[in-house]
């Protein structure tokens, strides 16, 4: 078994929805990025290259590359799966956080584990996520952006 860690932020935009772990958020603000600013997928995409020492995110989906402009990061996800199988591991779990003042992800909790299960080719048993806020301290308490982070185990096929 392996382990890797995750971490990204995310500023807000303004206008919703809001993406995380694939899941449209109804919110009045989105996270803003290159991509679709979806910082869980983010997060998790960086944790599993990291277990099993494949690079991270930035080295496979530039943000210089026109080509990722937009794009759906759960494709990105997807990518760095293949990658984890190719290298000859499975998905164990994956163990999420997001600090933020908003939106509450509770509500959003099966919905978001049951897309990256998917994507992680697990089983949602395998993937949980929980909110935490910064207790208003900060620039995530002042509700400029938030964080994400993910710990992931990888375990051989
Ligand atoms: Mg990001």
């Avoid at 600013?37 to 989906?61: E, P, R, S, Y």
């Avoid at 509500?107 to 994507?119: D, F, G, M, Q, T």
């Avoid at 935490?132 to 964080?147: C, F, S």
Wanted: overall charge negative.
């Amino acid at each position: 078994m392996r382990v890797g860690v995750g971490y990204d932020s995310h500023q807000f935009g303004d206008g919703g929805p809001m993406r995380l772990g694939g899941v449209d958020i109804p919110a009045e603000f989105h996270c803003a990025g290159h991509s679709d600013g979806d910082a869980v997928c983010h997060a998790v995409t960086d944790a599993l290259l990291g277990a099993c020492a494949l690079g991270d995110i930035g080295a496979l989906f530039p943000d210089t590359d026109p080509a990722n402009k937009g794009k759906d990061s759960v494709v990105m996800l997807e990518a760095a799966v293949d990658r984890v199988w190719a290298a000859g591991y499975a998905v164990g779990n994956v163990d999420i956080t997001v600090v933020t003042e908003w939106p509450k992800v509770g509500p959003h909790r099966e919905a978001i584990r049951a897309r990256l299960a998917s994507a992680l080719r697990t089983t949602a048993e395998r993937v949980f996520i929980k909110g935490k806020t910064n207790e208003r301290m900060g620039w995530i308490g002042r509700g400029e952006g938030l964080a994400v982070l993910c710990t992931a185990t990888v375990v051989r096929r």
